[in-house]
Every structure is written in C-alpha cells, then in structure tokens.
C-alpha cells in the first residue's frame, strides 16, 4: 500500500521503509542548527525525511546511511525526486562498518535512532531492526559519533525520556557534553514524551533547556510547534 507525505518542498514515500516518516524525525529536522554545517551524516536515515529537511535547511552536502536495504532504495528514490538530489548521498551500511572506512569528520551528525531494549518485538523483522537497539546500541552509537565528528562539530538525536537519561549520561562519560535540550510534551498536563538534545566535545559551562508542547487541549496543534515546523508541513 503506497504512502507518501507531502511537505512544502519534498514528497516522502515510505511504504517500503522499516521506520515510518513521524512527528520524532519532523521535530528533530526542524529543530537541528544547520548554520555552520557544510558536511552533515544521518545515521538511520529510513525514508531519508531528515536528510530532505535538512538540505532545505542547508547548504550542506549529507550522507545518509541505512542498515535496510528496501528502506536504501526508497530513500534514494525520495531523494532523486527532490531538488537537492546533487548534495545528497545514501549508503546501504551499518554505522559500525561505516566510521572504520569512512574518514570524512562531520559538522553534524543527526539520527532517530533505534531505542527499545528488553521489550516487546513485533513480528516485523524490519520494524524491529528500526525501533530496537540489537543493531545499534547507545555504546556503538556513541563510539561510532566519536570517530566521525569534527572537533567542533555537533550530534543532535531525538529518544523518549528515559532512553535520553542512559544515553546522555553515556554520552558525558565518553566525552560528549550536552549543549541544548528540548523536552517535548503531548500536551500541558502530560508528561515528557521525547527529548530532543545536542551534544558536542567541549564541555559547556551552561546548557540550554528547552520545552515544547504539541498540541492544545483541543487537539489543536500549539502555535510553537507550528513554528518549529512552518517550513514543512503544508497546513502551516
């Protein structure tokens, strides 16, 4: 069954994708500084929607890698449709196998990565390699990001809350600093359903915390998301 989404300079087909174009990758596109990147790597790139967003937002050239090769072919097609399809390159590889023979250091680095541990698997063997960490825990992710970005470059990834915890206090431990936080909310009286945050080499000596609530109590999306994301979304 095909399935597409239109944004406001791209269209994004991803009925062949492990992981499906969502509000996780949405924010995340939005919310990255793109200012000073001249080279940007998307780990995981699915669809390959965060690299779309952020060559909107760039002038950058971006490599994107995938585990899924059915999700390679689709984010290469979703990409030659686009009009940045000159700056853009997917790799069919592992983040693993990527950092030992790739030696480009990166600007930025972004991914959606997977997250669940000991939980409960669908039956999908794609949909578990895109939402369960067996393929890429937060110690191979950290180490792979360590060889791959810039001494002054920045990584930017989106988990859920707890998930964000392990991995920041991961990250700290390894050498990579916090910089800037955005705790995402459902709604005001809900609690954090994802933290988007921004680490880099230097220890920061102060952090910018961030919140963010999607939509109002009557559904209706709050004029800060529509902010975040007016660049994309058709009906902002």
């Known amino acids: 069954m095909e399935s597409s989404f239109r944004f406001k300079q791209f269209v994004v087909r991803d009925e062949n994708c492990s992981m499906k174009v969502g509000t996780d990758a949405v924010l995340l596109g939005s919310w990255v500084n793109t200012e000073s990147a001249e080279n940007i790597l998307d780990i995981g790139t699915g ?3 965060i690299a779309l967003m952020l060559a909107q937002r760039s002038k950058a050239q971006i490599d994107a890698i995938e585990i899924d090769a059915e999700s390679v072919e689709q984010a290469r097609a979703n990409i030659s449709a686009s009009a940045w399809n000159n700056r853009l390159n997917v790799i069919n590889t592992a983040l693993q196998d990527f950092h030992k023979a790739h030696h480009t250091k990166y600007d930025l680095i ?22 369960h960490n067996d393929s890429l825990t937060f110690d191979e992710l950290i180490h792979g990001i360590k060889q791959l970005l810039s001494h002054d470059g920045h990584f930017c990834l989106v988990l859920p809350k707890n ?19 955005l705790s995402i909310y459902p709604k005001k009286e809900r609690s954090v359903k994802r933290v988007l945050s921004e680490f880099c080499f230097q220890r920061q000596h102060s952090i910018g915390y ?15 998301y529509k902010a975040l994301t007016r660049a994309f979304y058709l009906e902002f």
Do not use: C, M, W
Request: charged share 25%; hydrophobic share 30%.
């Open 110 to 131: 972004v991914t959606n990565p997977p997250y669940f541990s000991n939980a409960l698997k669908s039956q999908k063997d794609k949909r578990n390699l895109a939402r």
């Open 163 to 181: 998930e964000s915890n392990v991995f920041t206090e991961k990250a700290i431990i390894n050498g990579l600093f916090p910089v800037r936080t």
């Open 210 to 224: 961030g919140k963010l609530i999607l939509r109002n109590n009557d559904d209706t999306f709050t004029k800060e």
């Open 47 to 49: 669809s390959g929607v």
